[in-house]
């Protein structure tokens, strides 16, 4: 039985989650990661679980207080992976990751050693949740919406109005852009005079993100060939990584590693990006943003790395889906998106054909 009180627009945030990215069948045991500030989501995602048959278990978010305590207080050479936490998602069918908070930067005084340390330890732990199904999705909270500047009510607009939609439509209209990509194989790169980077994506496979793992969707993506990536970037939208803003990220790229780079804002918390591992320093994503909808810049990768008029870049991990079995993957413990507007004075080209100019695509024209 619905709840009287409950908001319409989460009621259909949940039902998205439900029965569009995931699939619940009966039975499916289902872990839900919720931090408290968004418990109106977790009662609506467990009474649709409990209407299909499924069976959830409620769990706080990873990064909040509560984690950031636990990372202050330990010794970085004493962490090691969380057995009892790989256990609980390797016996999961599905899991749900909510983004939503009370206070942006609770991590920001975890220092960057620690939290390299952590992502490496963690890795087996995230391995098991991305071989369940899985979406990561947002609720407004009051924080998420200080962080994007914007009124609590105008960020509840703004959320539900990026991820309750016509799901299959996005997709028909994203699919363009993957065939265009699936068929190519040089991609390049131009906005002014500051990004001119080139990169192959031969062989590789190209992603249509319709709201399945992610929610908001919105995107279409691919993994470029580790040692193709040549030239400059200057990502000129500012990266949010644990709970630091860093601003006017700029990397030079030769045979596909980072050999230069540099900040205008918090340089050292890129550093600590940059030092993880010899993986954090090659691209692992190359993403395209569709989701028109998203049209403001909001600090939280979620919803701007599908912001229409942009396309994003990660450094580190490239994702399994994108690379072929015989194909090379790059491997790190980091996977940090970083934006490029290309609005203005931008091109995107595939084997020497302008595909995207100033944001519109030539299949849109």
């Known amino acids: ?34 931090p408290s500030v968004a418990d109106d ?6 009474e649709l679980l409990g209407e299909r048959g499924a069976f959830p278990l409620v769990t706080a978010g990873r990064r909040d207080r509560k984690r950031a305590a636990f990372l ?35 991590m920001s005084d975890v220092d960057a050693e620690t939290h390299a340390a952590y992502n490496q330890v963690y890795q087996p732990v995230q391995q098991e949740i991305l071989s369940a199904r899985w979406c990561l999705t947002q609720h407004p909270s ?12 105008s960020y509840e607009e703004f959320v539900y109005g990026a991820m309750n939609k ?23 790169i131009v906005s002014g005079d500051t990004t001119d980077l080139t990169m192959s994506v031969t062989d590789m496979k190209t992603i ?4 399945k793992n992610n929610l908001p969707g919105g995107e279409v993506f691919t993994a470029p060939v580790p040692d193709s990536v040549e030239g400059e970037v200057l990502f000129d939208k500012p990266l ?62 979620l919803f701007d790395e599908k912001m229409g008029d942009t396309i994003h870049l990660a450094i580190g991990k490239a994702y399994d889906i994108c690379v072929p079995e015989t194909g090379e993957q790059n491997e790190s413990a980091v996977h940090v ?14 084997d020497g054909e302008v595909v995207q100019r100033d944001g519109t695509f030539t299949f849109e024209e």
């Not at 009287?4 to 499916?28: F, P």
């Not at 069918?93 to 909510?98: P, R």
Request: hydrophobic share 40%; no cysteine.
């Open 72 to 106: 202050n207080s330990i010794d970085p050479d004493n962490l090691d992976t969380p057995e009892h936490e790989r256990a609980l998602f390797e016996a999961a069918d599905a899991v749900v990751h909510v983004r939503a908070h009370e206070n942006a930067s609770d």
């Open 240 to 301: 949010v990584h644990q709970g630091h803003i860093v601003e006017d990220v700029w990397l030079k790229f030769e045979e596909g590693e980072v050999v230069d780079f540099s900040a205008e804002k918090n340089e050292e918390v890129l550093a600590g990006v940059l030092d993880t591992d010899e993986g954090a320093r090659r691209l692992g994503e190359l993403g395209v943003g569709m989701n028109r909808d998203i049209d403001r810049f909001t600090y939280n990768m």
């Open 1 to 34: 039985m619905e709840s009287a009180i409950m908001d319409s627009r989460i009621r259909k945030h949940a039902e998205i989650i439900v029965d569009h990215s995931l699939d619940i069948d009966a039975g499916d045991d289902v872990v839900l990661r919720v």
């Open 337 to 350: 998106d970083m934006i490029v507007d290309m609005s203005d004075d931008s091109r995107i080209e595939v």
């Open 41 to 46: 989501l977790a009662i609506a995602l467990s």
């Open 166 to 188: 016509d799901w299959d439509e996005q997709r028909k209209f994203q699919q363009e852009m993957v065939e265009i990509l699936d068929a190519g194989d040089e991609v390049r």
């Open 142 to 153: 009051p924080g998420s919406a200080q962080l994007a500047e914007m009124s609590t009510d």
């Open 208 to 211: 249509n993100d319709h709201g």
